[in-house]
């Protein structure tokens, strides 16, 4: 039940968690920081405002009413009809002089093909061109392409997803899935349960790939094997337990390091600037750091005293939410790490956190023993 | 490997349920409290209805996930119009009256905005993100929360509300919630298009290809009976009574009552 999922969202001294959303790796900390701002994620699915898919004009051949005709040359894949020359099929006429269609594409189409109108009736995601016309993407006879698509996939599907395609050509960080991959990896391009059309929730669709040892970012760093974190770490952030991974991250490439959606220090420490955790705070309140004394903005305070305020907010070493809290899923409350990566030659320090009614405390650390106390008054 | 996968996402469903008992917000079932707070535009506002399922949404002005889920609640509010729903979005005190004012026109949000006076019902409930939507029942009592999520976060909320009026059940909820792979159909969907493309080549007495499109139809899924008939028919129409015996027989191996596969084993044997 969906509802069991609740109470995974972080509470009291999780707030600062979702600046730790930050990498897909448990291992060392890397100093990448913001990269270039060349590419931004595409958002809002934006299209050409042209139907128009990109068919090479060698293509184009006997054209007629939208669909294309039998290619000459070596082809990849061939409708069965057409190899059958039932022409009978779909057209008027005979084989020799095939003339026109005897119905509307796509009612020919599900004559046998039906489990697709099925899926474009059923599915409450419906992708506009399968809907209008099956030849928008396939030559009804053959092509040079596999499963009759009028052209490669991704020149197709970036013909119209233009903003995709910009996105592609001038990501900095780049995710593997993309290279070389098809756009139907993740993405039914007909009809979805899922919004975008996706085959699976973002977290499904991840985990497929990511539940590996050994498997390496674009720039060679060891990414975490999500199936045994979130086995081995019961705590786990909100997104995580929503199965969003998008919440964060940009699946088809981007500009920040960890292919995150927005800016996250990478570094232990970082001066604190409000913009410099704006992935944090697409669902945190700045507040939980802008503020000195609150009663309500965090469980981690001393009294009305704000711990994460202290903390973080600094103009010179401000400790990130990394310091203390795991991105993703821990074994402890709020997604406190065991211990604080420190340096960048895989150093931690133990935390030794321990967590009362009212309050808590960290010992033999960064700093000798400290504890808090949310009733304590000033 | 199919089965080490099915292993693994089992596995990891159930370090999702494990996963429900770590946090420390209010448990489903929990009565929120009823209180009177200041309207932005004026006036007083409650936060909860009288006897009626509520929505509590909970938002940051100026955050991109606020924004988004602004447009969705003010797309869902208006669906559920004519339901008995008490709509009630909340900011917090700190937050800017302007700010707030400017992101609810843009959206066109038309249920009352209420302001958080310290921080209370934020406490109460201890929410710490945004946007987040907190669903309650009848009784005032938690019925669900739902923190943003950049896919399907519409869809969600809307089935939440729908179960909460008694108008989707628990298994309908969690289809929606949990949705199963959209695939492009299977083995069993190609069986079947090789099964009526063959049906057309029979029609036109086609009887190779008749008999090719059985055999695809029968490699895709071998309990399909109609594509044995269809062989049947097929071996038949080329005149090969021993082969459409065969196919005939294989048909009512799988189910014995299948007219079509008696009378043309009965026409064969003729």
């Given amino acids: ?378 | 490997m199919m089965k080490r996968f099915v292993l693994m996402v089992l596995a990891v469903t159930g370090a999702l349920a494990l996963a429900g008992s770590a946090g420390a917000q209010p448990p489903p079932g929990t009565l929120v409290q009823q209180v009177a707070l200041s309207r932005i535009g004026g006036g007083t506002g409650k936060l909860l209805g009288d006897g009626t399922v509520g929505v509590i949404f909970f938002f940051e002005a100026g955050q991109p996930h606020s924004l988004d889920a602004l447009q969705m609640m003010h797309q869902c509010e208006q669906e559920f119009a004519k339901k008995a729903v008490h709509w009630t979005a909340i900011v917090s005190d700190s937050a800017s009256a302007d700010a707030v004012s400017a992101d609810i026109k843009a959206s066109g949000l038309a249920m009352q905005v209420l302001v958080d006076k310290g921080d209370q019902v934020y406490a109460e409930l201890k929410v710490i993100l945004h946007p987040l939507v907190v669903i309650t029942d009848k009784q005032n009592k938690v019925a669900a929360y739902e923190p943003y999520q950049r896919i399907n976060y519409c869809n969600v909320v809307r089935a939440q509300l729908q179960h909460a009026l008694g108008e989707l059940d628990d298994k309908g909820l969690e289809a929606i919630v949990h949705p199963a792979a959209s695939t492009q159909g299977g083995e069993a969907a190609v069986a079947q298009r090789e099964l009526r493309m063959g049906q057309r080549h029979l029609e036109a007495k086609r009887y190779p290809q008749a008999a090719a499109a059985a055999n695809k139809a029968i490699a895709a899924d071998a309990k399909l009976v109609d594509a044995y008939v269809l062989l049947g028919q097929a071996s038949a129409g080329q005149g090969d009574c021993k082969a459409a015996g065969a196919a005939f027989d294989k048909a009512l191996g799988l189910d014995k009552s299948n007219a079509a596969a008696q009378e043309g084993r009965k026409a064969c044997t003729k």
């Fill in chain 1, 1 to 378: 039940m969906k509802n069991q999922r609740i109470p995974v969202r972080p509470s009291a001294l999780a707030l600062v968690v979702t600046f730790l959303f930050a990498s897909f790796v448990l291992s060392p900390i890397v100093a990448q920081g913001r990269e270039s701002q060349a590419a931004a994620p595409a958002k809002g699915g934006k299209m050409a405002p042209s139907p128009g898919l990109a068919r090479p004009a060698s293509d184009v051949i006997n054209y007629k009413d939208g669909v294309l005709g039998p290619q000459k040359g070596e082809v990849a894949s061939e409708h069965s009809p057409y190899a059958d020359g039932a022409c009978d099929f779909c057209h008027k006429g005979d084989a020799r002089n095939p003339g026109g269609l005897l119905k509307p594409v796509n009612q020919l189409c599900f004559d046998c093909h039906s489990e697709f109108e099925e899926m474009m009736t059923k599915r409450a995601v419906k992708h506009a061109p399968a809907l209008k016309q099956c030849t928008n993407c396939h030559n009804p006879h053959n092509s040079r392409n596999k499963q009759l698509l009028v052209s490669d996939q991704v020149t197709m599907c970036t013909s119209c997803h233009t903003a995709m395609k910009t996105l592609l050509d001038t990501a900095t960080v780049k995710h593997g899935a993309m290279e070389g991959a098809k756009c139907t990896n993740c993405h039914n391009p007909h009809a979805s349960a899922v919004e975008k059309l996706l085959i699976q929730l973002p977290f499904d669709m991840c985990i497929r790939c990511h539940s590996q040892d050994g498997l390496k970012d674009h720039s060679g760093v060891a990414l975490t094997n999500f199936k045994t974190l979130l086995e081995n770490n019961p705590v786990w952030h909100a997104p995580v337990a929503g199965k969003d991974c998008s919440a964060c991250h940009t699946p088809h490439g981007g500009r920040n390091f960890r292919l995150l959606v927005e800016p996250y220090p990478a570094k232990f420490y970082a001066p604190y600037e409000a913009e410099n955790y704006a992935l944090c705070f697409t669902c945190h309140s700045s507040n939980m750091v802008d503020v000195p004394q609150t009663t309500t903005l965090t469980g981690f305070r001393d009294g009305p005293k704000n711990l994460h305020y202290v903390h973080v907010n600094k103009a010179d070493r401000g400790r990130t939410c990394r310091a203390c809290h795991e991105v993703h899923a821990s074994k402890q409350a709020f997604q406190i790490r065991d211990s604080v990566p420190f340096g960048d030659r895989g150093w931690s320090i133990k935390l030794n956190y321990k967590r009362t009614a009212t309050g808590g405390s960290c010992d033999k650390t960064c700093h000798s023993l400290k504890d808090y106390d949310r009733s304590k008054k000033q």
